[in-house]
């Protein structure tokens, strides 16, 4: 990805964290949110912000399965400088509901936008998609730990 086209979309996930911190939705700091399969959802992003999170992300164990994020490390968030929208937006607060739908649709509407303004192609899949397709290497002697290539 391209620096301004960066910054293009950093610009988004800076708004969305600015309209969550007005909105102020509550967080009970369950890690509902990053047990996809435990809690019926799954995450899915934009090609865009797999990029941005993989550039990031600490090392995690592959293959990648549908029950939960790899980032998620006693109950706390190992990536949370490159965690994509659906991470920045969902909160388990029944007063957020509707407000989160559509700060979601806007927010994705915009990385629409700047695929075809740079004319990248759009996909969007599930988080297990993006982390097991990104090109790894071995870090340390278990041979399972991966990161995307640099």
Excluded at 30 to 42: A, L, Q
Aim: hydrophobic letters at 35%.
């Amino acid at each position: 990805m391209n620096a301004e086209l960066r910054n293009k979309v950093l610009a988004v996930y800076a708004e969305v964290d600015a309209a969550i911190a007005s909105a102020k939705p509550r967080c009970d700091a369950s890690g509902r949110c990053c047990k996809f399969v435990e809690w019926g959802h799954r995450l899915y992003l934009s090609h865009f912000e797999a990029e941005l999170l993989l550039e990031t992300a600490p090392a995690y164990a592959r293959p990648v399965g549908q029950e939960g994020c790899p980032f998620q490390i006693d109950g706390l968030c190992t990536a949370r400088d490159g965690r994509p929208l659906g991470c920045r937006i969902y909160f388990c607060d029944p007063n957020f509901q509707e407000p989160q739908y559509e700060l979601t649709e806007r927010a994705l509407g915009k990385l629409k936008r700047l695929a075809e303004e740079y004319d990248t192609g759009w996909e969007y899949a599930s988080l297990q998609h993006f982390l097991n397709a990104a090109p790894e290497r071995v870090i340390g002697g278990d041979g399972r730990r991966a990161l995307p290539m640099a």
